[in-house]
């Protein structure tokens, strides 16, 4: 009898791999579309908080408030911490190659809650500094 399932994602990129009664987990895995030098937008969710764990590798976990300028909270991930970015908050997460990021949130996220905010060129290299800082 197999009362335990597994799941994994070794592909590059976001996966919802385990969608369940309201809530969802995900792999999030190196791409170069998550490349620092690759974030041109922010991502907010209006209808749940989202959970990240770093599980390999290096990540920095980008929040953001967007008003007259752009003020980050940045955090250079550590495995195995719970980090959460509240519902209603800008976000991004720069990844490195090789690293692995758990996301957990409300199911169905990755369909329809979401908005973005394009990043002007200036507000791409604010960012990039701002994350080169960091002495990653």
């Known amino acids: 009898m197999k009362l335990i399932e597994s799941y994994r994602h070794d592909s590059q990129g976001y996966d919802p791999t385990f969608i369940s009664d309201g809530w969802q987990a995900a792999f999030l895995n190196y791409a170069p579309a998550e490349?620092?030098?690759?974030?041109?937008?922010?991502?907010?969710?209006?209808?749940?908080?989202?959970?990240?764990v770093l599980l390999e590798g290096r990540a920095v976990l980008i929040a953001a408030t967007?008003?007259?300028s752009i003020e980050y909270d940045l955090v250079d991930m550590r495995p195995g911490i719970i980090y959460?970015?509240?519902?209603?908050?800008?976000?991004?997460?720069a990844m490195y190659e090789g690293s692995k990021v758990l996301v957990v949130e409300k199911s169905?996220?990755?369909?329809?809650?979401f908005a973005f905010h394009d990043l002007s060129a200036q507000e791409?290299?604010?960012l990039q500094q701002a994350v080169r800082n960091l002495n990653i």
């Open 35 to 52: 490349a620092l030098e690759s974030i041109v937008k922010l991502d907010i969710h209006f209808q749940t908080d989202e959970v990240f």
């Open 66 to 68: 967007i008003g007259d």
């Open 84 to 93: 959460n970015i509240p519902v209603n908050t800008w976000h991004k997460i």
């Open 108 to 113: 169905n996220t990755h369909v329809s809650d």
């Open 124 to 126: 791409q290299k604010d």
